[in-house]
């Protein structure tokens, strides 16, 4: 019976030591009121936000970069796009092939470029007649040629940085010898003042409907061409030698700026400024 009792006793004693040691692990340091690590869960979610927080801080850092960036780029086409305007009573001088300034009061000097349809008007210095009261439509190489010497008086209408006129300034008519107003080929054809005559010579393409066609001197007249231009090859323009007969090859519009652009011999019939007959001279 007393060996029974202390047998309880001593159990219970060891229940009690047990459950105490227990509670001592389970409140010792580094646990939390869950039992879990203090290195566990909360840590990793702080670890989470801070990745988190720092990618954010990278995003809107490269965001700032590109927008930076796209700023800088649009700036730069800004300032690449060209000067557009018109340019009064200027000088024009070369710089080099294709590439010119204007000297223009009020405006300073401007650079500009041309292109194949940037059209040039000449008074007698690029080309053309100083006495004619109609400006001639010249050639690019006339431009080049005719400002290498010096400077040449002009107006030039620009967009974008290229020229899409330069039109030559007569001298100043003396007074009382009429207004001095200034007429493009163009005018003068319209108004019934275009040249007339025949020519035999090099015919030449300026632009799509117009040519020039120089003497043996290498004098050259410029015209136009209609649609009522009687156009005959005999193998130059189009056709063939053999077989064209006396009046040749009827041929079209374009076959004549094909060969005008190599040039080629021909007899030109000219109307106020607009070629009647074109007949090559092969």
């Known amino acids: 019976m007393i060996n029974r009792h202390l047998r309880k006793a001593v159990l219970a004693s060891v229940a009690i030591t047990a459950g ?47 927008n930076a960036a796209n700023a800088a780029n649009a700036a730069n086409s800004a300032r690449s796009k060209g000067v557009s305007g018109s340019f009064r009573n200027g000088k024009v001088s070369y710089l080099a092939p294709g590439k010119y300034i204007v000297s223009a009061p009020g405006k300073g000097d401007q650079q500009f470029w041309v292109a194949d349809d940037t059209e040039v008007h000449g008074a007698g210095t690029i080309c053309g007649d100083a006495g004619s009261r109609v400006d001639a439509p010249c050639t690019l190489d006339q431009l080049e040629a005719a400002t290498k010497k010096g400077a040449v008086g002009a107006d030039v209408e ?64 410029q015209f136009f061409v209609a649609e009522d231009t009687d156009i005959r090859g005999y193998d130059d323009i189009c056709g063939d030698a053999g077989t064209a007969g006396r009046d040749g090859t009827k041929c079209t519009e374009e076959q004549l700026e094909t060969a005008a652009r ?21």
Do not use: Y
Not at 193 to 207: D, I
Not at 272 to 281: E, F, H, K, L, P
């Open 20 to 66: 105490l040691l227990m509670t001592a692990c389970q409140s010792g340091p580094g646990a939390d009121a869950s039992g879990k690590n203090g290195t566990g869960a909360a840590a990793v979610a702080e670890k989470v936000s801070d990745a988190e927080t720092s990618k954010d801080s990278s995003g809107s850092g490269s965001s700032g970069t590109a």
């Open 262 to 282: 190599k040039g080629f011999g021909a007899e030109v019939v000219i109307s106020n400024g607009i070629a009647t007959s074109i007949r090559d001279d092969h």
């Open 158 to 221: 620009m967009r974008n940085g290229v020229a899409t006129l330069v039109t030559e300034r007569r001298a100043a008519a003396p007074q009382g010898s009429g207004t001095g107003s200034r007429e493009t080929a163009v005018d003068g054809v319209d108004k019934g003042r275009g040249v007339s005559g025949t020519w035999f010579g090099n015919v030449s393409l300026l632009a799509p409907g117009k040519f020039t066609v120089s003497d043996p001197k290498g004098v050259e007249q």
